[in-house]
């Protein structure tokens, strides 16, 4: 009896397979979303994965906030679906105001990917329960608009709450304020994350085993429940 | 009023632009001659820009005849020269595919969207062959770094590689950075794109089926890459004339997304009887292919051809080079569902024709016949041109003017020889090529082994058994400037080379050619040479050529860049976990360093001599049998487990290929000069068929026995070492010693490396 | 028929990347004394038909969901002709 988590596909998604084969590694059983389908098949928690949905026409993320799949989600997610978006897809989840916030251009202006080094700054949410506080970890980083930026009323906010749950360490890599890699909603179902997590969970393909633990969290903490 | 066939026939004596279109009198008459009346403007645009040295490759047709004479015999080649890209078997029922095209003119105009729209046309290539693209590398070249114009050329080359490429979802798994006078004002952008399908799956181009039906799929057809045909527009009947044609295509990478995903959705599907892209010359080009590689005949109705710009004349239609298009050949039976895949990934599609048995190529135009041609003569029949070449009298002089120490000084202390070498791994072209990589995405897909700074890209091809396929591109132009025969040898044996390090087993060969004009007999001579030279060498090695590409007339006035014969060859591997890495790890303290091969007293276009600002004498010696050997034994040590590491010797020597595996393993290590040798000649000669390998201890034997078995010279030159730095004075860091003679720590040398390119590209 | 212009710019607080961009390029081009550069996007749209008080609510209501993003972006609404 595993955990069935979905990943969406959008027209211009390209790591969603990456997140289904991680999912499988942690043990879970991927199932795949369609973008135009208003269904979740049933699915216990939810991915939105990276890539450039919708070519990033117009903003990051905006038009796929319209998806059909993405009304129910957003109505999911308000009574407690875990979700985890991820680059994009964390582009889609501010955008859909599901988290606060926005993504913008990186401040140097190119997109960058490199191995990128965070630190857990919150294990109660949904997909970080199986980290430490404090736990640093090098996972890949790939984006050119990845900037993560809210007014600072609301930065406050997150830092008061503890719904900052990664931050960049040793160098900001695209001029997110207050160096924030990823957050979560008061709940701490819904989790976006800019770094990728997916492509850290294969020694041969990636720099560390890191990412799995956004995985296993879900998928644990859904087994046994 | 539209120049259709019969008003062709009607008014015989209307003159014709053919020679601003870059027709020859007697090709013209050849049209006139074939068709038995002249051509209507279309048919004039569609030959003229077909015959074009770029889509006819008339001026190297009778050269590269050679790759397929010459072709080693082998079983693994599945498709061969000749479509739009080789297909090689690697096992397991899987096949890969793989090119390297060029797109050098078009960056040098619009650096962004010229990179970009070389990486959509060669990722094009590949899915046309069936298969699903996988990685994407792309090998660069510019004048010197620090040239105002390569300022404003390559960050727009690099992010559009970039744009282009992430937003695919392909990973960039390596390329080259090269930085040499002879670019500037000629920049060179070749873009290589590999992909995999099961045996089953190949798709060839071809117009089969009396019946089928012509349906083109894709962006819609705009003005892009027009530019010269335009002057045909202004010569139709047509009162309304078009505004100015752009010159450039501007790609789109999201909806060459989608073209990808319906085009493999139909293909797996068994919808399509035969499959092309649109590249260069687009809609002519894909008929006239399509028709002349099946039953001989297609009837094309052009009013359908959905436009993003109503005023196109129907020669500019048939001309436009509008990226992100495709054409497959369909059975009325299929047809609606290849239609409704289609529809799901939004994009458009509509039957434009049908395949029919007339042996002619037939273009309507609301109604009337504009073109009506036999299409072989469109596509296969173009002029072949034997140019004139000779040897150019500077030659011999240039190979006279060798590197001697009475020429440039050589270092002999210590201190003077690891000046050197900080000024070596500084130096444009040996300098870390983060600032470019790193705006790269080499993890998307999940299956890149080995990417750059390794010395090959290699990604795995079936995720249950580990078959994975190494792929390395690599060309020394000043090699080839100073012996193009030799040269493109040497090209392929360092591509060669760098497959086998990874412990892969290289398989075939694809080549982009980037020479300057073929009208230059001098040119045309080092064109001769270099593919003599390269068929000669894939002959000997037993690889052949699948498939490659040509770049002329990358000159500007009198002066032609050097000779650029860049080779990719791919290899495979039957398990990506035994892999070979480059450098040796935290486990690898007292392992030994040796250098195979022999090192010998050879710097003519060394990298050495190049900082010294010195062209001349001979490059390194060939010796392909020593590579064979060399590759061998790289391959069976990798499948043996007995060695940890392997790094191949090229540009900069030995000292160089030992400061790369050092920066990136961040231990230390100790090494000493090989016996009889002179420091400078150990440290820098630049001789070929040389590795660098890790060995531990309890394989020392088995391995140092395997060599000598086999004639392979191996020598020990070093052990890894992560305690030197207190005896060397640095304490708690990591340090390389080099005999009596230099220290240093890896941090400083890591310093000069990734200082360079930053300095002068970041704003 | 009508034209409506959406002119969308970042909000002042938040940092305009591309905009400091171009003001350092105008900069090495010859433009002396350029104090601040801001970069938006425009949005020419057509319809056909009048606008009425309906269609003019609903084109607000998009020009603040769909074509500008409220937390970083404001915009501006012009009908033309």
């Known amino acids: 009896m595993s955990a069935r988590i979905g990943v969406v596909t959008f027209p211009g998604s390209l790591d969603d397979r990456d997140a289904a084969r991680a999912i499988s590694i942690a043990g879970g059983e991927p199932v795949a979303l369609w973008h135009g389908d208003a269904d979740l098949k049933n699915v216990d928690a939810v991915v939105l994965p990276g890539g450039f949905s919708y070519g990033d026409y117009l903003r990051c993320g905006a038009i796929a906030k319209f998806a059909p799949v993405m009304s129910l989600i957003i109505e999911k997610a308000h009574q407690g679906l875990p979700v985890l978006g991820i680059c994009n897809g964390f582009q889609i989840l501010c955008e859909s105001h599901l988290l606060p916030g926005a993504l913008t251009r990186n401040d140097h202006q190119h997109f960058i990917c490199r191995d990128q080094k965070l630190r857990i700054e919150n294990t109660e949410s949904y997909w970080t329960r199986d980290y430490s506080m404090g736990q640093e970890i090098v996972i890949p980083l790939k984006n050119g608009e990845g900037g993560y930026v809210a007014d600072e009323k609301t930065l406050d906010q997150l830092f008061a709450e503890g719904r900052v749950i990664a931050t960049y360490q040793d160098g900001n890599p695209n001029g997110s304020y207050r160096d924030i890699a990823g957050i979560t909603n008061s709940r701490g179902n819904v989790v976006g994350l800019m770094p990728h997590p997916e492509h850290a969970v294969e020694a041969l393909t990636g720099p560390s085993l890191d990412g799995l633990g956004f995985f296993t969290s879900a998928i644990n903490t859904l087994v046994n429940a | ?763 | 028929m009508a034209r409506v212009v959406v002119n969308v710019m970042l909000k002042p607080e938040i940092l305009d990347p591309q905009g400091r961009a171009v003001q350092g390029a105008l900069g090495r081009l010859g433009l002396t004394g350029v104090s601040d550069v801001r970069q938006g996007k425009q949005f020419v749209i057509d319809l056909e038909g009048d606008l009425d008080a309906d269609r003019s609510a609903k084109l607000e209501e998009l020009a603040g969901e769909l074509l500008s993003n409220p937390v970083i972006e404001d915009f501006t609404l012009t009908v033309v002709e």
């Not at chain 2, 012509?214 to 527009?233: C, E, F, K, M, P």
């Not at chain 2, 790094?647 to 393993?665: F, K, L, N, P, T």
Request: aromatic content about 6%; proline content about 6%.
């Open chain 2, 1 to 763: 009023m539209i120049d259709s066939v019969s008003h062709a026939e009607q008014q015989p004596d209307t003159q014709q632009p053919f020679a601003e279109l870059g027709l020859k009198p007697d090709e013209y008459d050849r049209i006139k001659e074939i068709l038995g009346r002249r051509p209507t403007s279309s048919e004039l645009a569609m030959y003229s820009v077909m015959w074009s040295e770029h889509c006819s490759y008339k001026s190297s047709k009778v050269h590269l005849r050679q790759f397929g004479e010459k072709a080693p015999k082998t079983d693994a080649l599945l498709v061969g020269i000749g479509e739009n890209a080789g297909v090689v078997d690697i096992g397991q029922g899987w096949a890969v595919t793989f090119k390297v095209e060029s797109h050098n003119h078009p960056s040098y105009v619009e650096p962004y969207q010229g990179a970009a729209t070389g990486v959509g046309g060669i990722v094009r290539d590949i899915i046309s062959m069936g298969a699903r693209p996988l990685a994407v590398m792309d090998p660069l070249r510019f004048g010197a770094a620090d040239a105002p114009d390569t300022r404003r050329v390559l960050p727009g080359v690099v992010a559009g590689v970039g744009g282009y490429g992430n937003c695919l979802g392909l990973p960039n798994i390596g390329g080259e950075l090269v930085f040499d006078d002879s670019y500037l004002g000629n920049p060179l952008v070749n873009a290589l794109c590999v992909g995999s399908m099961r045996h089953e799956d190949i798709h060839l181009a071809s117009a089969k089926g009396i019946g089928n039906l012509v349906v083109l799929y894709g962006a819609r057809t705009g003005g892009d890459g027009i530019g010269g045909v335009s002057v045909l527009a202004s010569e139709t009947f047509d009162a309304d004339g078009p505004a100015k044609r752009p010159s450039v295509q501007v790609g789109d990478p999201f909806m060459e997304k989608l073209l990808i995903e319906a085009t493999l959705e139909v293909l797996h599907a068994g919808l399509v009887e035969g499959i092309q892209d649109l590249g260069g010359a687009g809609i002519s080009c894909a008929t006239s292919e399509l028709a002349s590689n099946g039953e001989g005949g297609m009837h094309v109705w052009l009013d359908r051809v959905p436009l993003r710009d109503a005023s196109l004349s129907p020669e500019e239609i048939l001309m436009s080079e509008s990226q992100e298009r495709m054409c497959a050949i369909v059975t009325p039976q299929h047809v609606d569902a290849f239609m409704d895949i289609c529809k799901k990934w939004d994009v458009e599609a509509i039957v434009i024709g049908e395949v029919t048995n007339t042996g002619r190529l037939v273009v309507d135009w609301h109604g009337e016949e504009i073109v009506n041609v036999p299409p072989r003569t469109v596509a296969h029949e173009g002029p072949v041109y034997e140019r004139p070449y000779h040897r150019p009298e500077w030659q011999d002089a240039l190979q006279a003017n060798a590197p001697t120490p009475e020429v440039i000084t050589r270092p002999e202390s210590g201190d003077a020889l690891k000046q050197t070498l900080l000024d070596l791994i500084g130096s444009p072209n040996l300098a870390s090529k983060s600032w470019v990589t790193s705006q790269y995405d080499r993890y998307v897909l999940g299956n890149t082994i080995l990417a750059q700074p390794e010395d090959t890209g290699m990604i795995r091809i079936d995720e249950e058994s580990g078959l994975g396929v190494a792929i390395a591109t690599d060309c020394n132009a000043r090699f080839a400037k100073l012996d193009p025969y030799n040269g493109a040898k040497l090209a392929l044996a360092e591509s060669y080379r760098n497959v086998s390090v990874s412990g892969a087993i290289p398989l075939a060969v694809t080549n982009c050619l980037n020479f300057g004009s073929p009208e230059d007999p001098e040119v045309m001579w080092q064109f001769a040479e270099a593919t003599r030279g390269l068929a000669d060498g894939c002959l000997e090695l037993g690889v052949p050529v699948t498939g490659g590409n040509v770049s002329f007339y990358n000159q500007t006035a009198d002066t032609a860049i050097h000779p650029t014969p860049v080779v990719g060859v791919l290899g495979v591997i039957d398990d990506v976990e035994r892999r070979t890495p480059m450098t040796w790890n935290a486990d690898s303290d007292g392992e030994l360093i040796y250098v195979l091969g022999d090192t010998l007293d050879e710097f003519g276009g060394s990298e050495w001599a190049h900082i010294h600002g010195h062209l001349g004498g001979l490059p390194p010696r060939v010796d392909l049998q020593r590579e064979k050997l060399l590759s061998e034994i790289l391959v069976a040590a990798s499948r043996d487990g007995m060695i940890t590491a392997a790094h191949d010797v090229s540009d900069g020597g030995i000292a160089i290929a030992i400061a790369e595996m050092a920066m990136r393993a961040n231990i230390g290590a100790r090494f000493w000069v090989q016996d009889d040798i002179a420091p400078f000649v150990f440290l820098f000669s630049e001789s070929t068929a040389r590795a660098v390998v890790v060995i531990p201890r309890s394989e020392e034997l088995r391995f140092t026995e395997m060599c000598a078995a086999r004639g392979l010279p191996a020598y020990r030159v070093g052990v890894v070492d992560s305690g030197l730095g207190a005896d060397a004075g640095h304490p708690g860091e990591q340090v390389i010693v080099m005999g009596e003679l230099f220290t240093f720590t890896i941090d400083q040398l890591r310093q000069v490396h990734e200082a360079t390119l930053p300095a002068i590209f970041n704003t």
